[in-house]
């Protein structure tokens, strides 16, 4: 763990992530907030919030096989940016007071499509920072091998025992 407190790229990393959760969790807080106050609508709200859900669970799907083959650093950089610029334009548009539901909307939907990429960017980020010695386990032990045919450890293992000979001469070797 002390690696990574030192890593600066880990640490740039953590502090990109943390800022847009951030403003992703306060997003979705007030977007239906925002279309409550201009509608008075809870319905209008709900609607908005299940069609940004939406759009980020369709375009998670493919996300992260866009992040294996691509850039994942300029992807990051490329979603942080959109939806910087998204959110900026909204607020812009509520501060004039000229947004309605069905431009909340669309601009919801599309940040929210376009913020699907960032988790999977990070993964893969998260990937090639943190160095694979640490995160590798050990390879199994082998299982132990099985006494020989006949000898004491399998006649007297039991019955359960994988190893238990359960033939009628194992049980009465007198009987051999």
Known sequence: MARLRTNSAFQRLTAAYASNEMGVTIAYILIPLVILDLTGSATNAGLVTALATTASTVAGIMSGAIADRSNPSFLLRLSFGLEFLLWGLLGLLLW?????????????????????????????????????????????????????????????????SPWADTSPSASNPSST
């Open 96 to 160: 004039q007071g000229t947004a309605n539901v069905a431009i909340i909307a669309v601009l919801a939907i599309i940040t929210s499509a376009v913020g699907a990429i960032d988790g999977p960017s990070e993964f893969v980020i998260l990937k090639r920072i943190i160095p694979q010695t640490n995160s590798v386990r050990p390879p199994p032990s082998p299982k132990p091998a099985a006494p020989p045919l006949g000898s004491s450890a399998r006649r007297s293992a039991a019955p359960c």
